[in-house]
């Protein structure tokens, strides 16, 4: 006598879910977008262009709101690592583990230069109750050179690195318009080659090229966030995907 033997397909995952992968990957992207840039333009300038902040009247809630921003773009960078990698994994473990691991790189860097932040706050407040002037003068700039050095290695040179990484998945995948992808393999070269050269003193941080080198790298973050929030995966690639690969998952 013999048995039947029950097989069980296995089932793709409905193409909302991964509407849904998109549009979580793609507000991410643009919290990133948005968080990052008031807090460097801003509101962190009182205590980043004032060397004597931590002695000063000071713009305590300014600074800490500028702080908050800058903790939420952190972890929205992680988010975009965390939503993408089931999905670009299948076109590139390797590429896509890389992504992930620069993503949380980033926003670790980041995370110390808002804790630096924090200290000078709480520095300046130690300070009106009594602590020696020249002392907390001399660890508040060194709290905010710490910042400076982070804002210059985590959103200035990191970048790059996703965007290849993240770029390259993308692009193979054809998950996104191949435009978007390009943008971001077209700047990161130029976006890492200005970073560089400002990290060993050869360009100011703020400068004409490095105003050109950041241009592509974000046009191709705004782009692929707004693609992902209100178009999503195209289909025919997802399909592909989870052919090469069996169905998505966690």
Same mark, same amino acid.
Request: proline share 6%.
């Given at each position: 006598?013999?048995?039947?033997?029950?097989?069980?397909?296995?089932?793709?995952?409905?193409?909302?879910?991964?509407?849904?992968?998109?549009?979580?990957?793609?507000?991410?992207?643009?919290?990133?977008?948005?968080?990052?840039?008031?807090?460097?333009?801003?509101?962190?300038?009182?205590?980043?262009?004032?060397?004597?902040?931590?002695?000063?009247?000071?713009?305590?809630?300014?600074?800490?709101?500028?702080?908050?921003?800058?903790?939420?773009?952190?972890?929205?960078?992680?988010?975009?690592?965390?939503?993408?990698?089931?999905?670009?994994?299948?076109?590139?473990?390797?590429?896509?583990?890389?992504?992930?691991?620069?993503?949380?790189?980033?926003? #670790? =860097? /980041?995370? %110390?230069?808002?804790?630096? +932040?924090?200290?000078?706050?709480? *520095?300046?407040?130690? @300070?009106?109750?009594?602590?020696?002037?020249?002392?907390?003068?001399?660890?508040?700039?060194?709290?905010?050179?710490?910042?400076?050095?982070?804002?210059?290695?985590?959103?200035?040179?990191?970048?790059?690195?996703?965007?290849?990484?993240?770029?390259?998945?993308?692009?193979?995948?054809?998950?996104?318009?191949?435009?978007?992808?390009?943008?971001?393999?077209?700047?990161?070269?130029?976006?890492?080659?200005?970073?560089?050269?400002?990290?060993?003193?050869?360009?100011?941080?703020?400068?004409?090229?490095?105003?050109? #080198? =950041? /241009?592509? %790298?974000?046009?191709?973050? +705004?782009?692929?966030?707004?693609? *992902?929030?209100?178009? @999503?995966?195209?289909?025919?690639?997802?399909?592909?995907?989870?052919?090469?690969?069996?169905?998505?998952?966690?």
């Amino acid at each position: 006598m013999t048995k039947a033997v029950k097989t069980t397909a296995t089932k793709p995952v409905p193409m909302d879910s991964m509407r849904k992968t998109a549009l979580v990957a793609g507000v991410l992207y643009l919290i990133t977008f948005a968080a990052g840039i008031p807090p460097a333009a801003f509101l962190l300038g009182p205590v980043l262009d004032n060397p004597n902040y931590i002695v000063s009247s000071g713009a305590d809630t300014q600074v800490l709101f500028g702080a908050f921003l800058d903790l939420v773009n952190a972890l929205a960078c992680i988010g975009t690592a965390v939503a993408l990698f089931s999905v670009v994994k299948r076109q590139h473990e390797g590429f896509a583990l890389g992504f992930v691991t620069t993503r949380m790189f980033e926003a #670790a =860097v /980041i995370v %110390i230069g808002v804790v630096s +932040l924090l200290a000078v706050v709480t *520095l300046r407040k130690a @300070g009106a109750a009594g602590a020696d002037a020249a002392s907390l003068v001399i660890a508040g700039r060194a709290l905010v050179a710490i910042r400076d050095e982070t804002f210059l290695l985590g959103p200035g040179v990191i970048p790059g690195l996703n965007a290849v990484l993240l770029g390259y998945l993308m692009y193979r995948s054809r998950l996104v318009p191949r435009v978007i992808p390009a943008l971001g393999l077209i700047g990161a070269p130029l976006f890492l080659v200005s970073a560089s050269a400002s990290i060993l003193g050869f360009n100011e941080q703020v400068s004409v090229l490095s105003g050109i #080198a =950041v /241009i592509p %790298i974000a046009l191709w973050e +705004l782009s692929l966030g707004l693609w *992902l929030t209100f178009m @999503g995966f195209r289909p025919s690639a997802v399909a592909a995907l989870a052919g090469n690969s069996g169905s998505f998952g966690p």
